[in-house]
């Protein structure tokens, strides 16, 4: 009975000491209502006064949003017959340049290794198994050599001034085949800006002829054969950059790859000097 009046006692003081808290946030609380209310009322009349300005600030967001269109839109302005034609420069320098980068990827090999390899093959004279694997390496390196090995393993061409010759007639034939296609590139290279200057003369003219039909040389009368004129030489000259930077690197690679085939040659003059095969 004392540990139950105790517990009802506990409570009551509980109950009782509690009560006063609870009013009190009450009070705080229907306070607290009041002033939101009024930051509430305050916050709609401020945002109803700078409407305007949100407006103006949501704007350029929606002109970024809407820049490929805008692209697409300029495009289309700029004379569908000039633009196409460049266009068409575009694709088709792109598909050269894809072209080419990937027969160089392919051609580029570590030759270091392959000739550390070919070697070896010389040194205990396998020159037919030096031959078959040469053949069976890509690249305009492994070309050169394979040359360079028939040579060795023939009885008329084994002479040192035989082999060197053949070695550098099969480079430059391997040259050439590294250069392949590179003129079409500089070909649509110098079209595209070409294409955009004509198209820019061409919108000259459609504007003198719009001044001397309206007799008036108003900015709005000139205003549609100016925008043809630029928007065509802006895209010329984007569509040459493009490719530039593209035959820019291809040359980097060709000439990376002349220079694997010059040192591959002097390696493989050292080697057939040393080779019993060869006729001193």
């Given at each position: 009975?004392?540990?139950?009046?105790?517990?009802?006692?506990?409570?009551?003081?509980?109950?009782?000491?509690?009560?006063?808290s609870v009013?009190?946030?009450?009070?705080?609380?229907?306070?607290?209502?009041?002033v939101d209310?009024?930051?509430?009322?305050?916050?709609?009349?401020?945002?109803?006064?700078?409407?305007?300005?949100?407006?103006e600030?949501?704007a350029?967001v929606?002109?970024?949003?809407?820049?490929?269109?805008?692209?697409?839109?300029?495009?289309?302005?700029?004379?569908?017959?000039?633009?196409?034609?460049?266009?068409?420069?575009?694709?088709?320098?792109?598909?050269?340049?894809?072209?080419?980068?990937?027969?160089l990827?392919?051609?580029?090999?570590?030759?270091?290794?392959?000739?550390?390899?070919?070697?070896?093959?010389?040194?205990?004279?396998?020159?037919?198994?030096?031959?078959?694997?040469?053949?069976?390496?890509?690249?305009?390196?492994?070309?050169?050599?394979?040359?360079?090995?028939?040579?060795?393993?023939?009885?008329?061409?084994?002479?040192?001034a035989?082999?060197?010759?053949?070695?550098?007639?099969?480079a430059?034939?391997?040259?050439?085949?590294?250069?392949?296609?590179?003129?079409?590139?500089?070909?649509?290279?110098?079209?595209?800006?070409?294409?955009?200057?004509?198209?820019t003369?061409i919108?000259?003219?459609?504007?003198?002829?719009?001044?001397?039909?309206?007799?008036?040389?108003?900015?709005?009368?000139?205003?549609?054969?100016?925008?043809?004129?630029?928007?065509?030489?802006?895209?010329g000259?984007?569509?040459?950059?493009?490719?530039?930077?593209?035959?820019?690197?291809?040359?980097?690679?060709?000439?990376?790859?002349n220079?694997?085939?010059?040192?591959t040659?002097?390696?493989?003059?050292?080697?057939?000097?040393?080779?019993?095969?060869?006729?001193?």
């Open positions: 009975m004392k540990k139950y009046f105790a517990i009802v006692a506990m409570v009551a003081a509980c109950t009782f000491g509690m009560t006063p009013m009190a946030q009450d009070e705080v609380a229907a306070a607290t209502e009041q209310s009024a930051v509430v009322d305050s916050a709609a009349a401020d945002s109803v006064a700078e409407a305007p300005a949100v407006e600030t949501v350029p929606e002109e970024e949003e809407g820049l490929h269109k805008t692209l697409k839109t300029k495009f289309i302005e700029g004379d569908a017959g000039f633009m196409s034609l460049v266009a068409i420069a575009l694709v088709l320098g792109l598909a050269f340049c894809i072209e080419r980068v990937i027969y990827t392919l051609a580029q090999v570590n030759t270091r290794k392959f000739l550390e390899t070919l070697r070896g093959k010389v040194e205990a004279n396998k020159l037919q198994e030096a031959i078959d694997y040469c053949a069976g390496t890509r690249g305009p390196v492994a070309q050169v050599s394979k040359k360079a090995m028939q040579c060795l393993a023939s009885d008329d061409q084994n002479d040192i035989t082999i060197e010759r053949n070695i550098n007639t099969e430059e034939v391997q040259g050439a085949y590294l250069e392949e296609n590179c003129s079409w590139i500089t070909l649509f290279i110098a079209m595209a800006p070409s294409l955009g200057f004509l198209g003369v919108g000259m003219v459609q504007a003198f002829d719009d001044i001397e039909r309206a007799g008036d040389i108003s900015p709005t009368v000139v205003a549609g054969g100016m925008k043809v004129a630029l928007i065509t030489t802006i895209f000259i984007i569509v040459a950059l493009v490719l530039q930077v593209f035959y820019n690197y291809i040359l980097s690679r060709i000439e990376a790859l220079s694997n085939m010059e040192e040659a002097m390696s493989l003059l050292e080697m057939c000097v040393k080779s019993p095969k060869c006729k001193k």
